[in-house]
């Protein structure tokens, strides 16, 4: 598994792999749709995604490919031979970032501290340091054509065997090349199971280079795999037909499908605390019917049917007439879904949703309340008129001979006022008429 850090826009990607299965995974808007579970190696290929996926700050990709080595007797060092596999993507993106190329590795003591095993510091420096003069002047040779040089086979298990073991005592001054050898290691489920834990999820070594740089920078840094939480009882994707940004932060988001008995809403609030959404008769408290919600830091939903009779706190609805489809919170956000009948015949404390205008009123604040009679103070509240029964807009489709046009106003700092002088008109006087 690979992982990348990027900003910018993915649009085309080119899966480069030698491997039975692969896919390629963001960190921020999940896998890509683009898994190949039946890769062929005669087949390169580039795929260019249905819609643009957009990397932001923190986001990540990881390139994830599947093997099948039941088959080998033997540990496999350095991966697969050439023809059996090459995990590797290639990403067209912009804007282009300074970033030439990063690898990285996990740390010599994470694999050897999961497999029980100690080596000196001496053995240690073996593997992991590299002769970066040596390493500048070949790539100066390579950068200016004058490299020749015979091609030898690169075995990459030999380095471990220069390299001995100095504790637990059964495998002192063998190789590491030979315990790794050892079958009783492998069939251990517990060691290699720490093993691979270790591996995906301990300390990498990360070394990255810039564009243009004329020498490679030995430059290191220590990196550990984010401790990634599955979201709380997410939920399933639905296309709602109107959506509307109720305040003019953008941090209260309403969005809702009308149907034929009900109407189902969806709420995105920038706020970890409650958030309410209500219908009210004149666009204030006095009257209207509020649902009220939140998420406890357990990532249990609450939802609330309930009324209010002036400016104070609204209270429960002795008719529950909401149903809670579902909602979760992370760091930033509170997201809830729920439906609503049209009409639910409770006149007393509820608010019956017609084909007219209908005064939306909203609030959230950043704490989550003691109980459903027990709320803080809003940090933000308002109100908007809207049509909740409209039906979706459709295009009309246009016949061959409509012409289109389209029309770009520049952003400008200035206003151009265009004057056309005209000529006197001549006024006649009524005077002494």
């Not at 315990?179 to 691979?196: F, P, Y």
């Not at 509170?334 to 007219?356: E, H, I, K, N």
Request: proline share 5%; charged share 20%.
């Amino acid at each position: 598994m690979e992982w990348a850090y990027a900003v910018g826009h993915v649009a085309l990607p080119t899966l480069w792999r030698h491997s039975r299965w692969s896919r390629l995974m963001s960190l921020q808007a999940g896998s890509l749709p683009m898994p190949n579970m039946h890769y062929d190696f005669d087949y390169q290929n580039t795929r260019i995604l249905k819609e643009e996926v957009t990397l932001l700050p923190g986001d990540s990709l990881v390139m994830e490919c599947g093997y099948n080595a039941s088959h080998r007797t033997t540990p496999t060092y350095g991966g697969f031979g050439t023809n059996e596999e090459m995990c590797l993507t290639f990403l067209s993106y912009y804007p282009r970032v300074d970033l030439f190329l990063c690898g990285s590795n996990p740390e010599m003591n994470t694999v050897l501290d999961s497999l029980g095993l100690e080596i000196s510091a001496a053995n240690k420096d073996k593997l992991i340091e590299m002769n970066w003069e040596a390493e500048n002047k070949l790539l100066e040779k390579v950068k200016s054509g004058n490299l020749s040089t015979t091609g030898m086979p690169l075995i990459m298990a030999d380095m471990l065997k220069t390299v001995n073991i100095t504790a637990p005592q059964k495998y002192i001054n063998q190789s590491l090349y030979n315990v790794l050898q050892d079958k009783a290691i492998w069939m251990d489920e517990g060691l290699t199971s720490a093993l691979q834990k270790a591996v995906l999820e301990g300390n990498h070594t990360s070394t990255c280079h810039l564009h243009g740089q004329s020498i490679l920078m030995g430059k290191s840094s220590t990196i550990t795999a984010p401790d990634l939480q599955p979201l709380q009882d997410p939920l399933p994707e639905v296309s709602f037909m109107h959506s509307v940004v109720l305040d003019q932060q953008g941090s209260y988001v309403l969005l809702w499908t009308p149907r034929k008995e009900d109407v189902v809403f969806e709420v995105q609030v920038g706020t970890t605390g409650y958030v309410g959404l209500g219908f009210s008769p004149t666009g204030g408290m006095k009257g209207a019917d509020i649902i009220l919600g939140w998420v406890d830091t357990s990532g249990e939903v609450f939802l609330h049917d309930s009324y209010a009779e002036g400016n104070s706190a609204p209270m429960v609805d002795e008719s529950q007439d909401v149903k809670l489809l579902g909602g979760y919170q992370n760091d930033t956000h509170t997201v809830l879904r729920f439906s609503r009948p049209w009409d639910t015949c409770d006149g007393d404390q509820d608010y019956t949703l017609s084909d007219d205008t209908v005064r939306v009123i909203w609030a959230y604040s950043s704490r989550d309340p003691a109980s459903e009679t027990n709320l803080h103070y809003h940090d933000r509240r308002g109100t908007k008129s809207l049509f909740l029964q409209s039906p979706q807009f459709e295009m009309p489709q246009m016949g061959a001979d409509v012409k289109t046009w389209d029309f770009l106003s520049h952003n400008s700092s200035e206003i151009t006022l265009l004057v056309r002088a005209e000529g006197a008109v001549p006024v006649t006087s009524c005077e002494g008429d």
